[in-house]
């Protein structure tokens, strides 16, 4: 099917915004990425052609740069999208098949405290949680100097929302040595713990670490 055959509302583009991504088949998703056709062909059918020369997307994500320029209608720019696009797939596969994917969030909070424990400016780091306790993502939030870092609460909630996060772990350092939480510290644990619950989302945990080690800040309604 040509593509201005297609009314404007199922263009492939115009499909990702009103149904997202999931949506596409894979040779709309390459026409996506390869925006404009070549002579004589819409950016459709080019995909098409493309997946079939190249048998398909396993086929395609072997492909050399020279292999794809051998290809009539596949310009400098248009590999260079595809490679990327390629080799984007690899890593996210890579990151699903790694040892630490999904792992207990508490570790993740152990590893920090760790690699943290001579730096002297202090970071902020979040551990996106699944419901299952398993660790989505770690972020490194903000760091600051010797006196602290800056979190925008904002940010990072907005963050865990794109995650689908179940629950989120932060964790601070104190360059200072000390376990002990400040005022501030205790504050924010009460003020991201009710912005996050009006989320649905829960903070599992607020822990200031300090020479490899590290300490819970009571969440409301704890002891």
Not at 185 to 200: E, G
Request: proline residues 4%.
């Amino acid at each position: 099917m040509k593509l201005a055959s297609l009314p404007q509302e199922e263009m492939p583009r115009e499909r990702i915004r009103l149904r997202g991504a999931e949506s596409l088949s894979v040779p709309e998703l390459l026409a996506v990425l390869l925006r404009t056709g070549s002579k004589g062909k819409d950016v459709l059918e080019l995909a098409v052609d493309v997946l079939n020369e190249f048998g398909g997307t396993r086929g395609l994500s072997r492909a050399t740069e020279e292999e794809m320029l051998g290809f009539r209608g596949l310009g400098d720019a248009k590999a260079c999208v595809l490679l990327a696009a390629m080799e984007l797939g690899k890593r996210l596969e890579a990151a699903r098949r790694d040892p630490g994917h999904g792992k207990d969030w508490r570790r993740s909070v152990d590893e920090i405290a760790a690699d943290l424990a001579f730096d002297e400016r202090e970071y902020i780091f979040a551990v996106h949680v699944r419901r299952n306790g398993s660790v989505i993502h770690v972020d490194k939030i903000s760091f600051g100097g010797a006196e602290g870092a800056y979190l925008d609460v904002k940010y990072l909630l907005r963050r865990a929302i794109r995650m689908d996060s179940y629950g989120l772990a932060l964790v601070h350092n104190h360059p200072d040595g000390s376990l002990l939480p400040s005022r501030e510290d205790r504050l924010l644990t009460d003020f991201l713990s009710r912005r996050a619950k009006i989320l649905d989302i829960q903070l599992l945990g607020h822990y200031v670490v300090a020479n490899g080690e590290s300490r819970g800040i009571a969440l409301p309604g704890e002891p």
